[in-house]
């Protein structure tokens, strides 16, 4: 089978298996036999805020840097690769992440700065394709099955030239990875990071997926690993040992996902970002919750979080809606009009409402809430409510 190549410094592309690229002499070079026929991509910025830091205080460039509260109750935000080779990891306690590594350079978050730099990616990104697909500030879906009629160039030429720009005008590094669907793309850039390339054909899929652990697919979270681990299914070579009907009489729509994204199939497309149609915040329980005292406390910090991004983006909402999945991933969602807000107090009392009339009996494994229908407030043209209330 003939092998397609592309360099990763100029990014030339030619089939064969050079050990050099003929057009600048570098060895840094990406091989896959489908590399030109794959068209959607990931791009994953590395230790993305840490980076950017590192970026504007060049005396820390070999140190291990990590960004996130500045007192020993704080968690890490991000920490770079050097700080990451003595265990430091997201989420852990600033007290831990010293313990484990003690000359680090603590580094308050600087969350404008990031999203500066994270706007001037996306801008890179939209001039090879306007499909691009925001996942976070950090990371995005391409589809660049558009680019050789645009540019000439084949999606792999793209995604490195992507790359490159990257690292000259934002001085940032990122991991590309190239597939032919969003749920490849995502794991392929996890593969060889930082600065990475990795690629998964069609030839690939099922084969490379079998012997990995369930939560490599996307929806795979702690508590359906759990669920799935009762049932036996450990890797994903056990989904693809089960049928269509026993996965979906099992775990409902999810399971008919599983079955697909365990043989590595997924239909969903590069949506580009548009503006927000919905914003939320959920909660998966550790345990079932049945009594409205304690889903009400979980509720109350969720509706603060999509206050504070409702502000944060100059939004108001003007529908609350409520979501709740049962034990058995039986998924509830329930709305209410309101009148535009964007208050945590007002977001609060109409999910509360709504919880009320759900509570009774039923185990619950998840409890969301959101405001739907987003307007800014200077457009708002003072709307009437619902006439039934809801």
């Known amino acids: 089978m003939s092998v397609s190549c592309v360099c990763r410094d100029c990014a030339a592309a030619f089939d064969g298996d050079p050990l050099r690229c003929p057009k600048c002499d570098s060895r840094r070079l990406f091989r896959h036999p489908e590399l030109h026929r794959l068209t959607i991509g990931h791009i994953d910025c590395d230790s993305f805020y840490a980076t950017v830091e590192k970026r504007d205080r060049p005396e820390l460039a070999s140190r291990p840097v990590i960004v ?3 007192d020993h109750r704080g968690v890490v935000a991000a920490c770079c690769y050097v700080a990451r080779m003595s265990g430091v990891r997201s989420a852990m306690t600033i007290r831990e992440a010293l313990d484990r590594c003690p000359d680090a350079t603590i580094i308050r978050p600087d969350i404008a700065k990031y999203k500066e730099v994270g706007h001037r990616a996306r801008a890179i990104m939209e001039a090879f394709t306007p499909l691009v697909e925001p996942i976070s500030i950090d990371e995005a879906y391409l589809d660049l099955s558009e680019v050789g009629d645009r540019l000439s160039i084949s999606p792999a030429q793209a995604l490195v030239e992507i790359v490159r720009r990257f690292e000259t005008e934002l001085r940032i590094t990122a991991s590309i990875g190239l597939s032919y669907n969003k749920l490849l793309a995502k794991i392929a850039s996890d593969l060889d990071k930082p600065r990475g390339f990795s690629a998964l054909g069609r030839a690939d899929g099922p084969a490379f997926l079998a012997g990995k652990r369930v939560t490599i697919l996307w929806g795979v979270g702690p508590a359906l690993e759990r669920k799935l ?3 036996g299914i450990t890797r994903v070579g056990d989904l693809q ?19 697909n994204f365990a043989r590595g199939e997924d239909s969903r497309r590069v949506q580009p970002e548009s503006v927000s149609k919905s914003i939320s915040a959920e909660e998966t329980f550790d345990w079932d919750v049945t009594a409205l005292p304690a889903l009400t406390q979980e509720l109350r910090p969720l509706a603060a979080k999509v206050a504070r991004r409702l502000a944060r983006e100059g939004l108001l909402g003007r529908s609350v809606v409520l979501k709740l999945k049962t034990k058995d991933f039986q998924q509830l969602t329930r709305s209410r009009r309101v009148e535009p807000t964007a208050d945590a107090d007002a977001i609060f009392a109409a999910g509360l409402a709504l919880l009320e009339r759900e509570v009774d009996g039923r185990a619950f494994r998840l409890i969301g809430i ?5 307007v800014h407030p200077a457009t708002d043209p003072d709307p009437e409510l619902d006439l039934f209330g809801h």
């Open 68 to 70: 996130g509260g500045e």
């Open 229 to 231: 681990f009762t049932d």
């Open 241 to 259: 040992d089960k049928d269509e009907h026993w996965l979906v009489k099992r775990y409902g729509a999810m399971g008919r996902v599983l079955f």
């Open 370 to 374: 959101g405001c739907t229908d987003l």
